[in-house]
């Protein structure tokens, strides 16, 4: 079962680059999340969507801009990266309020 | 959104060794998840335990939604325990972590 999956692994930028990670999962799921986690820190929301065609900001949306192309896909794209958006992104799915599944994550490192 | 606190932050323990991780929320809840994120920086999931009690091997893990704390037991502890233990809770739709508690299994 492939379950959610983050591509690409890796990935360095320039700064004022561009770049839009991409992530899908096959579980059927409505609702599909993006986090950034910094070293030593937990996961923060940047976006979420609760169901398709439908996307909210969450705690660190700054920078960033998402799409929920259909059911199984949600990308998030950062239009002109910034060192301070060097990070590990996870992607992350479930149904409303049950167990949430979090793709491999994407290290980013903008210089 | 809502608070999430975790204690202790990090913890270092002999092999063989009980643990009691802790969660504490500021607000109700319809979810609490736990994890291991482990050194290779994947998440996995540990219990689903909005209210309650649950075991799973080694860990179990009980929910006290009314006094808005969750509290993680591992016993017995081994090396491949090591890693970041999260509780994640969910304010309708947000999903919010806590900072982790690191745990260190020593051989």
């Known amino acids: 079962n492939a379950g959610v999956t983050q591509t690409p692994k890796f990935q360095v930028l320039k700064t004022g680059q561009s770049m839009t990670l991409q992530c899908a999962q096959d579980?059927?799921?409505?609702?599909m999340y993006w986090y950034r986690q910094d070293p030593g820190m937990g996961l923060r929301l940047i976006y979420y969507s609760a169901s398709e065609g439908t996307t909210d900001k969450g705690e660190v949306p700054n920078g960033y801009n998402v799409s929920r192309l259909n059911k199984r896909e949600f990308s998030l794209r950062l239009e002109s990266a910034a060192p301070s958006q060097t990070s590990v992104y996870f992607c992350a799915s479930r149904r409303a309020s049950e167990v949430a599944f979090f793709g491999q994550g994407t290290r980013l490192t903008v210089v | 959104g809502i608070q999430v606190e975790q204690s202790p932050p990090d913890l270092i323990l002999q092999e063989g060794a009980n643990s009691t991780l802790r969660c504490n929320f500021s607000d109700s809840v319809n979810n609490l998840q736990w994890f291991h994120q482990n050194p290779w920086g994947q998440l996995i999931n540990l219990f689903y335990i909005p209210s309650g009690t649950k075991q799973n091997g080694r860990l179990s893990a009980t929910t006290v939604a009314t006094e808005r704390y969750s509290l993680l037991y591992i016993s017995s502890s081994q090396t491949t325990d090591s890693g970041v233990y999260f509780c994640a809770v969910d304010d309708f739709n947000k999903f919010y972590f806590g900072s982790g508690t690191k745990l260190n299994v020593k051989p």
């Open positions: 579980m059927n799921h409505n609702s």
